[in-house]
Every structure is written in structure tokens, then in C-alpha cells.
């Protein structure tokens, strides 16, 4: 398996977009992920809604000629877990989401981009968790079937506050949603405690990763804390014949189970972790 990796344009959100590019393009991977988050990513909904092909464009330009192709492009509708949810209970809120679900995928489509994640909703409690998973097999049910249409793999982040927080229930969602993929990230589960053999199965239905340090209690941290068998990660990757990308994913958040790191050295320290795994194959 030839590894593959892309970094995270929001991994650097004080620099300018331009400057976040060149220096992703200077840290030698092939793709970069591209944060389409309300109010904290460097791109947002304003720059495409109103010309789509020629913000399309521009972003295509950027990102190819400094060498790199999409890895990902990562769309939240919403500014938090709440606002514009995928399985939202309000009929007009969800209606509001998957508009804004296919101005992303048109947007990703002009790109020529092939791969789009976004979150998969939330157990909303003023109603059993079963009513919430159910409706949201059904919406991503439907994003699954329009995405095919323009040939984009969609997946989901199962991540540790969704409807699917653990492996099981992760696993639960793509076996009730054909067609469904699932954007891997061990941090998710390795913070709620689990050992990396609990999550190993999810890679026959992943179609992007997330990498970053994780430990107990912490999504994020440095190597040098880090849990998460790395060498263990890439071989259960080359066992399922992963093809996607290994996107190198730190961020800032105030947020105590994610550590304030160094984000360029612990990017460059991962990078070079997850290379050291796969010799030769690069």
C-alpha cells in the first residue's frame, strides 16, 4: 500500500489560506483537506455560494499548483453540533441542511474533488436514541444517493459526541446506510478509552483518515503522550487495501480534552511517524 497523506488547511488557522498552502505543499505530502466550517475555517459558504465555478476555480488553482490534490473536503453545515444537523427533529431545519449539503457537493463536484465528508447528527434528547439513529440512516441515506450522482465518495466522521460514538455504533450506521463510508479517527474512541483492536474493524468501510496524537481523555496531544500504535494503525490499513488518504489533522480548540500543541512540529513529527511505518512504499 503506498501511503498517502494530506494535511488539514485549518490545522493553521492564523496564517492567510495562501500561506496555510504553501506550507502544506512545503511539507512534502500529496493532498490537503479543505475545512469548510461555518465562522472557523479559512474558506466559507460566502466565498462559493454566489459564483460557485469561479470560486471553484480559484480554489482548484491554488491547491494544484503548488503540486497538491484534494484530499478531502470537510463541510459542517452548521456553526455547532446543533444548528442545521443532519437528523435534525425540525422538518425544515433538515430541509435547510441538505441545501446546504448540495451546494457543498456542487462546490466539491467543480473542484473536481472525488472525496466529501461531513458530521452524521447527533442524538437529540427529548427522544430515544433509536429515533435518532433511525432518522439519520435516512438523511444520509439520501446524501449517499446524491453524491453517487456526481461520482463523490461521502462519508461521514463518527466522532465522540454523534449518534455513533463508539465502534459498534459506528459500525451499526454503515450496515443500516448503503453506500455510506466513514472518515476514521481513532482519536474519537482511543480519548473514551478504547484500545486500538476495538476500532481496527471500521477500516473496511473507511474512505478517508483522520491522524492526529490521541491519548485517555485527550482527542488531541503530542507524540510524545500519544496512545495510538501508529505501525499498528498503517498495518490494519494495508490489510482492508486502503486507498485513501492519511490526513494529518491537528487543530486549535479550547477545549480541555484537546491539547494546545505545537501544530507544525506535531505535524511534522506525525508525518514522519506514519512514514517511518510504511518505508519503501513511498
Known sequence: MKLKLACADFAFPLLSHDHALDLIAMLGVEGVDIGLFPNRSHFQAED????????????????????????????????????????????????????AFMRALEFTTLCQARHMTTLPGIHWENESHDDSFQRCCDELAWRVEQAARTNVVYSVEPHMWSVAPTPPMAQRLVDRTPGLTLTLDYGHYTAQGAADPEIEGLWESASHFHARCAAKDKLQTSLARNTIDWPGVVAAAQRTRYDGYFGLEYVIMDAEIIDDVDNLSQTILLRDALLSCNQGQR
Open 48 to 99: 462559493y455560494l454566489a459564483d460557485p465555478s469561479g470560486a471553484a476555480r480559484e480554489l482548484s488553482s491554488k491547491v494544484r499548483d503548488r503540486g497538491l490534490d484534494f484530499g478531502d473536503i470537510f463541510h459542517q453545515s452548521g456553526a455547532d453540533l446543533q444548528s442545521l444537523a443532519e437528523n435534525h427533529p425540525d422538518t425544515e431545519e433538515r430541509r435547510r441542511s441538505r441545501d
